[in-house]
C-alpha cells in the first residue's frame, strides 16, 4: 500500500531564510509525487509534480522538490521565503489505481 | 484561478436541513471528485466520477448523495447530517481517472452542521 509522512506539522522560517518541508512516501512501486499548496480559504494549487522524469522537479513561485529513491523522500524547497509564501502544503502520492494519497500537511509561517 | 468553481462558499445547516453543493469545472475534464476535508486529517476521498459514471464510493454514509448529470458538473446532496460532518468540501477535476492525473481543486465549500 502506497503512504505518505510529513515529518513536520509546522515550520516556521523568516523571510528570505530557506525553506523545507520533508516528506517521506512508501510505495511497493514507481510512485507519481505531487506537492499541493493551500493558502486560507482557498482551493490546492499544484506546486509541482514527479513521474519517473528528472528527480529534481522545479515548480511554481521558486519551489523545486527532489525525489530520492533510496531515501523515499521527496523534500520540498525554497531558497528563499516570501511572506505570501505562507500557508499550508500537502505531499501527495498516487497509488497504483491512480488516487491520490494525501499526506497531514505541513503548516509553513515565515515572519518578517 | 484553476478553473474549478464551488458554490456556496460557506453553508450553515441544521441536522435535519436538506442542502446541496454544486461543482462546475470548465478544464475540459473526464473525471470529477469530491474531497472531505477535516482538521487535522488528511484529505479524504470521498466519490469518483469518470464520463459521468460513479467509479468509488469510499465507504461514505449514506446521508451524502452525489450526482453528476454531465462531465462538467458534480453536485453533493446533503440531508440528515451530523455535526462531525462539519468540513471544507473539495470538488477536484482532471483529465481522466485511471492513472496518475494532476487534479485541480476548486476553493472547497465549509460547511457548518448545527
Known amino acids: 500500500a502506497q503512504s505518505v509522512t510529513q515529518l513536520d506539522s509546522h515550520v516556521s522560517v523568516s523571510e528570505g531564510t530557506p525553506v523545507l518541508l520533508r516528506c517521506n512516501y512508501s510505495s511497493s512501486y514507481s510512485p507519481s509525487l505531487f506537492w499541493y499548496v493551500q493558502h486560507p480559504n482557498k482551493g490546492l494549487q499544484l506546486l509541482l509534480k514527479?513521474?519517473?522524469?528528472?528527480?529534481l522537479v522545479k515548480g511554481i513561485n521558486g519551489f523545486e522538490a527532489e525525489f530520492k529513491k533510496s531515501e523515499t523522500s521527496f523534500h520540498l524547497t525554497k531558497p528563499s521565503a516570501h511572506m505570501s509564501d505562507a500557508a499550508e502544503y500537502f505531499c501527495v502520492v498516487t497509488n497504483q489505481g491512480g488516487k491520490l494519497i494525501f499526506g497531514q500537511g505541513t503548516e509553513l509561517s515565515v515572519k518578517p | 484561478e484553476t478553473g474549478v468553481t464551488q458554490t456556496p462558499r460557506h453553508l450553515v445547516m441544521g441536522m435535519t436541513n436538506k442542502k446541496s453543493l454544486k461543482c462546475e469545472q470548465h478544464l475540459g475534464h473526464n473525471a470529477m471528485y469530491w474531497y472531505k476535508q477535516s482538521a487535522k486529517k488528511p484529505l479524504e476521498l470521498m466519490f469518483v466520477y469518470n464520463f459521468k459514471e460513479q467509479t468509488e464510493n469510499n465507504s461514505v454514509p449514506s446521508r451524502f448523495s452525489p450526482e453528476c448529470p454531465n462531465s462538467s458538473h458534480l453536485f453533493l446532496h446533503l440531508h440528515t447530517l451530523q455535526p462531525e460532518d462539519s468540513a471544507l468540501y473539495l470538488c477536484?477535476?482532471?483529465?481522466?481517472?485511471?492513472?496518475?492525473?494532476?487534479?485541480?481543486f476548486g476553493p472547497g465549500t465549509r460547511l457548518l452542521v448545527l
Open positions: 477536484a477535476s482532471s483529465q481522466g481517472a485511471s492513472g496518475p492525473e494532476t487534479q485541480y
Open positions: 514527479y513521474t519517473s522524469a528528472a528527480t
